[in-house]
């Protein structure tokens, strides 16, 4: 089944991947067979124990094959097309993440699998897809959360083979990544909205402790203070009663329809009553109530040059880029 030839300058583990990814074509393996085990190609070959494993490690992490503790290597897929597997870690899917998914996969180009997983703001969740996986992938790419020690997970993963999504982690600053500035991008967008938003009375930021990046609080801390605007900073809407000649500032979908419900129920008007600023742009804030005013990331932008990095082998760190779209609700 395996086959090695000397000088004919195809290096020896890569003959070892040939043999198996042959093997699979022609019929003699399919998913689910035992393949012969590191030392027996070592010992029929006269090959180095690192050779065979250098070929194994590759066919494992574009999951061609498995391995199962005290038993050996399984072949996991008949698709040796796939030349590259990235493990996709999200904090949860919405319809921006969806955007940035969809560019990352058309600007990867055919034959790399992406697999996606989500930890859903739960650190233990988190930590298993990590460990679960390790060793299985060519790259990881992963958005944490306010978790309070992030890096002592993603440390088990080889460094160069890591991109961080999304916030610049202290933690995790020796590792690639596309960034958002929370702090900056919410002050700066706030000031260039200044001549609309000084009609409120008062600025509300719906933010929630656990799912929002402490940035984008501070940021905003910054601009109510130094520009002398009266604030609140609330986890939820639940039980709120709203006030004419409020702005509210949201970073989740959730609290922006209960708002537009809210306002209903009480007959008030949307940008002359009540002021709304949503964090990130999608169809519907075009859409609904004439259109909701947004600060938004370039989410396609993000998922090509997460691409772009991973193709190219950067190793850098990248500030995504971030707009206001002034709409009806302000």
């Given at each position: 089944m395996i086959t090695i030839k000397a000088k004919i300058g195809i290096p020896k583990y890569k003959q070892i991947i040939n043999s198996i990814e042959h093997a699979i074509l022609s019929g003699t393996l399919k998913?689910?067979?035992?393949?012969?085990?590191?030392?027996?190609?070592?010992?029929?070959?006269?090959?180095?124990r690192d050779t065979v494993l250098m070929a194994?490690?590759?066919?494992?992490?574009?999951g061609i094959i498995q391995s199962i503790v005290g038993k050996g290597y399984y072949v996991a897929s008949e698709d040796v097309n796939v030349t590259q597997k990235i493990f996709l870690l999200f904090?949860?899917?919405?319809?921006?993440?969806?955007?940035?998914?969809?560019?990352?996969?058309?600007?990867?180009?055919?034959?790399?699998?992406?697999?996606?997983?989500?930890?859903h703001f739960n650190e233990n969740v988190f930590s298993k897809l990590i460990n679960d996986n390790a060793?299985?992938?060519?790259?990881?790419v992963i958005m944490p959360a306010n978790f309070t020690n992030t890096s002592k997970d993603v440390k088990k993963l080889p460094k160069d083979k890591v991109y961080i999504l999304d916030r610049n982690?202290?933690?995790?600053?020796?590792?690639?990544?596309?960034?958002?500035?929370?702090?900056?991008?919410?002050f700066n967008n706030l000031t260039k909205a200044w001549y609309l938003v000084k009609k409120y009375k008062k600025t509300i930021l719906i933010f929630s402790e656990d799912k929002q990046p402490q940035g984008m609080l501070?940021?905003?801390?910054m601009f109510c203070k130094k520009n002398k605007m009266p604030y609140e900073v609330i986890n939820s809407l639940a039980g709120r009663v709203l006030e004419k000649g409020e702005l509210y500032i949201m970073p989740d979908d959730n609290s922006l329809l209960q708002i537009i419900k809210k306002m209903k129920s009480k007959n008030l008007k949307l940008a002359k009553d009540i002021g709304i600023i949503s964090y990130n742009d999608t169809l519907l804030k075009e859409i609904v109530e004439g259109g909701i005013t947004t600060i938004s990331t370039d989410f396609n932008m993000m998922g090509q040059r997460l691409a772009e990095m991973i193709l190219n082998k950067e190793q850098v760190k990248v500030e995504n880029p971030n707009k206001l779209i002034i709409r009806n609700s302000l």
């Open positions: 998913k689910g067979d035992q393949i012969p085990s590191i030392n027996s190609i070592k010992d029929n070959h006269k090959l180095s194994f490690n590759e066919l494992k992490n574009r904090d949860e899917l919405n319809s921006f993440k969806e955007d940035l998914y969809n560019s990352f996969l058309e600007h990867l180009g055919d034959n790399i699998q992406v697999d996606i997983f989500f930890h060793g299985d992938y060519n790259y990881y982690y202290e933690d995790l600053h020796e590792y690639a990544a596309i960034y958002q500035d929370f702090e900056k991008v919410i501070k940021g905003f801390s």
